[in-house]
């Protein structure tokens, strides 16, 4: 099992940033790919950000490519979305994920979960 927790949400203004961690505890971290999505209100969740286990390479939506930048610190058991010139349509609840596939982008691959946490940009 590995347990995910989420920190850093909050409300901000269209145009600032918020940085996001998930810090992973159980499993050994560094055995996983991680991810980064998104459920905006009334909406379907959908892929943000997601880096290999090792930091070699890191995929993007193309609508956060350029604004997000995901990151993570095996040392730390930790990964981070840091978010510049959010946008109010990057308001969502925000959730990581952990999956042992190299399929980074395919949300039913992710095996574990964290309980999501509240993101609003207003405009």
């Known amino acids: 099992q590995v347990q995910l927790v989420e920190s850093g949400g909050g409300l901000v203004q269209a145009g600032g940033s918020l940085r996001l961690s998930c810090a992973a505890s159980?499993?050994?971290?560094?055995?996983?790919?991680m991810g980064w999505f998104r459920q905006p209100p009334g909406k379907e969740r959908e892929f943000v950000a997601a880096?290999?286990?090792?930091?070699?390479?890191?995929h993007y939506a193309d609508s956060v490519k350029g604004r997000f930048t995901i990151s993570r610190d095996n040392a730390k058991n930790t990964v981070y979305l840091q978010m510049n010139s959010l946008k109010p349509e990057d308001t969502a609840v925000y959730y990581c994920?952990?999956?042992?596939?190299?399929?980074?982008?395919?949300?039913?691959?992710?095996?574990?979960w964290g309980q999501g946490i509240q993101v609003t940009v207003s405009s």
């Open positions: 880096i290999t286990r090792t930091s070699g390479s890191t």
């Open positions: 159980g499993r050994t971290f560094s055995n996983y790919g």
């Open positions: 994920a952990a999956t042992t596939s190299v399929l980074l982008r395919l949300e039913r691959l992710y095996d574990y």
